[in-house]
């Protein structure tokens, strides 16, 4: 399973949500990958934080309970560090344990999962990035949608994620 940009902490930055608000959500909506699809590995593709100062006490809390609950399923946790995340990773060397990027192998292809706000450091059959939260606007009402190139990149296949949660703003894609 593949996600990405949680911005946990965002609450901080908002008058819509309070922070029990969005730890609710985001445990929801982790318990629902959990048991819907019963992962074997569980990506957070960068942003897990959202501030560029160290995350608080209670940010580290949530990640730390997230990430408890997805091992408990003996599923494997890997971190990509976001532009949001050098801040917790300067700070708190052993929270998560960022990566660059990671390799995922399926069916003889070459999945490349990264941020999307750098350029990859390796080559692949397919790039997974979420930094942009591609959005669409249908009547008004703006909706999370994924967006895919076939041969975008250096021919190579591109699947951009939108956010994790929903209260994320996006980037409107016409």
Known sequence: F???DYHIGYSDAIDTMTLSEEKEQISQSVEYVLNEYNPTSFIVNGDVFHQFKPPSSEARELI???TARIEVENCEFICIEGNHDKSAKSEYPNLLNFQPETIV?????KIVVTHGHKKPESNGDLYILSHLHPIVTINGIKWPTYLYGNETVEESDVLILPAFTNYQDGVTMS
Not at 105 to 109: K, R, V
């Open 105 to 109: 192998n399926s069916n003889g292809q």
């Open 2 to 4: 593949v996600s990405g």
């Open 64 to 66: 730390r309970n997230m």
